[in-house]
């Protein structure tokens, strides 16, 4: 019933910027965790970025001092800024929240995935 929608995937060229959103619906008391995950062709699905519900962010190392992962608690929704992009960012970028509705049951939640496509 909880559903997350992700935008502002693209193509960029290398050392562009481009901002993902993620905005959750249904019936949601609370979010805990939110984080961005991505898979690029032929590798693992890897942790790209993730912030708690006090603010604390968590990068990983390929992205770090490019990437900024923000949320908006209001909106429900969190972001990752993404600049001095780079070809090996190329992948499909999923979003993911810790959910918890207002029946009080919590789920894992995942987007769809938005396609991030950066050239040479």
């Known amino acids: 019933q909880v559903q997350l929608v992700e935008t502002g995937g693209g193509l960029v060229q290398a050392g562009g910027s481009l901002r993902l959103s993620c905005a959750a619906s249904?019936?949601?008391?609370?979010?805990?965790?939110m984080s961005w995950h991505r898979q690029a062709p032929g590798k693992q699905r890897e942790l790209v970025a993730a912030i708690t519900s006090g603010d604390r962010t968590n990068y990983a190392d390929s992205v770090k001092g490019r990437f900024t992962i923000s949320r908006d608690n209001a909106k429900k929704t969190v972001y990752l800024q993404m600049n001095e992009l780079i070809p090996e960012d190329t992948a499909v970028y999923y979003c993911?929240?810790?959910?918890?509705?207002?029946?009080?049951?919590?789920?894992?939640?995942w987007g769809q995935g938005t396609q991030v496509t950066v050239s040479s």
């Open positions: 249904g019936s949601i008391f609370a979010i805990n965790d």
């Open positions: 993911n929240m810790v959910v918890r509705n207002t029946a009080r049951s919590l789920f894992i939640v």
